[in-house]
């Protein structure tokens, strides 16, 4: 008896141990014509300021099921150099990708320019040797990494450490930046913070939409992943699932990032991430009422919160609708008089932003039967 009930507690904690690791791995659906990539490009380990060796950001990486990652230790800031010498710049790359081979997970090749407010810092990704990016000169150190190709992005300019007010501000050398192709892409998400003004910098400077941990310590210690929490992820739009399909994705501007449940990106990417992760269909009056009833269900792992802006009231809902993640829920619907064969149900998206201020709005056209 004892023996058997010990036998049944393992058995539940195992299977406890591979429900949560199972639940863990992030999901969102493919988007119309690509695959929708989860993506953290901003990562430390032990070979700038983090406190991981980087290993332990392929294994975090595998757990969350991502499919990029690329470490990106600062180039100016070694605060370890006493403990761990950094002659040759790129080993957590090297490191990670030795690490990464038997998991199938793409590591892409960055490091952080490390510079003060303005420009601030940047990261450079898909680049061939750090060290031949290290220079005195900041501009130069920019013009290093674009040489060998690489997609820069403005890292945290919301960071209330270099921007007081944690307010993004354009600057001229900025603008210089982008005008000598130096500058792609701009973090609207950053560890622990979501800037709606940087995303509308990204809109009003055609910059690519950012979203990164910018982890340093442990992804487990930072984030509350036991109780539906994730860390922050890119989701890019690529042909294909290679380092070279998400360099293309990255210069075409294809992401949604995703953090504390928040989707923000540009209009026509956030709308098709929306129109793929949320399904609306009629399942017909209840009995002999003229209450419709129509099943939403959410194939993403983010939950979402729709308010109504159509004229219809709902049976048992108010105007703000709850759908959580992976999962189906039944709207019943009043009003729709019979001589109606169309609903249009209007919502918009709380926790999709797709600017300043602005969230997504969505229509859908729902046929009586
Ligand atoms: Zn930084
Ligand atoms: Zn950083």
């Given at each position: 008896?004892?023996?058997?009930?010990?036998?049944?507690?393992?058995?539940?904690?195992?299977?406890?141990?591979?429900?949560?690791?199972?639940?863990?791995?992030i999901e969102f659906p493919n988007i119309e014509g690509y695959l929708s990539?989860?993506?953290d490009f901003h990562?430390?380990?032990?070979?700038?300021?983090?406190l991981v060796w980087p290993t332990i950001r392929v294994d975090e990486a595998v757990k969350d099921g991502l499919d990029a990652i690329a470490l990106t230790e600062h180039i100016e800031y070694q605060p370890w150099k006493d403990d761990i010498k950094h002659e040759d710049r790129n080993r957590?790359?090297?490191i990670a990708s030795e690490a990464a081979r038997p998991h199938d997970l793409i590591v892409i090749h960055g490091t952080e320019i490390t510079r003060d407010l303005p420009p601030g810092h940047a990261n450079a990704l898909f680049i061939t040797d750090v060290n031949e990016i290290m220079h005195e000169d900041m501009m130069q150190s920019y013009r290093n990494a674009r040489a060998q190709g690489a997609f820069i992005f403005w890292n945290h300019p919301n960071w209330n450490a270099q921007q007081k007010d944690a307010i993004p501000v354009m600057s001229d050398i900025h603008q210089q930046l982008i005008k000598e192709d130096l500058l792609h892409g701009i973090e609207v998400v950053n560890d622990l913070t979501f800037s709606e003004e940087a995303l509308q910098l990204s809109i009003d400077h055609k910059l690519t939409v950012m979203g990164t941990s910018d982890i340093h310590g442990l992804v487990d210690y930072q984030y509350d992943l036991a109780n539906g929490g994730h860390r922050p992820i890119c989701l890019v739009f690529a042909k294909e699932r290679t380092a070279e399909s998400i360099k293309e994705a990255l210069f075409a501007g294809r992401t949604v990032t995703w953090f504390e449940n928040i989707l923000a990106g540009k209009e026509r990417d956030l709308r098709a991430l929306i129109e793929a992760s949320l399904d609306f269909e009629v399942k017909g009056y209840i009995g002999d009422s003229e209450v419709l009833q129509v099943e939403i269900q959410n194939h993403s792992d983010a939950r979402f919160f729709l308010k109504n802006t159509s004229p219809y009231d709902f049976y048992a809902n108010t105007d703000i609708i709850e759908v959580l993640p992976k999962s189906r829920m039944t709207l019943?619907?009043?009003?729709?008089?019979?001589?109606k064969t169309e609903v249009p149900l209007k919502f918009d998206i709380l926790n999709a932003i797709k600017a300043h201020k602005s969230p997504l709005d969505i229509e859908v056209s729902l046929l009586e039967e």
């Open positions: 008896m004892i023996k058997q009930a010990l036998i049944s507690i393992a058995v539940l904690m195992s299977f406890g141990t591979a429900a949560q690791d199972l639940d863990r791995k990539l989860k993506c990562i430390h380990t032990v070979f700038s300021d983090g957590s790359y090297q019943q619907v009043l009003s729709t008089r019979a001589d």
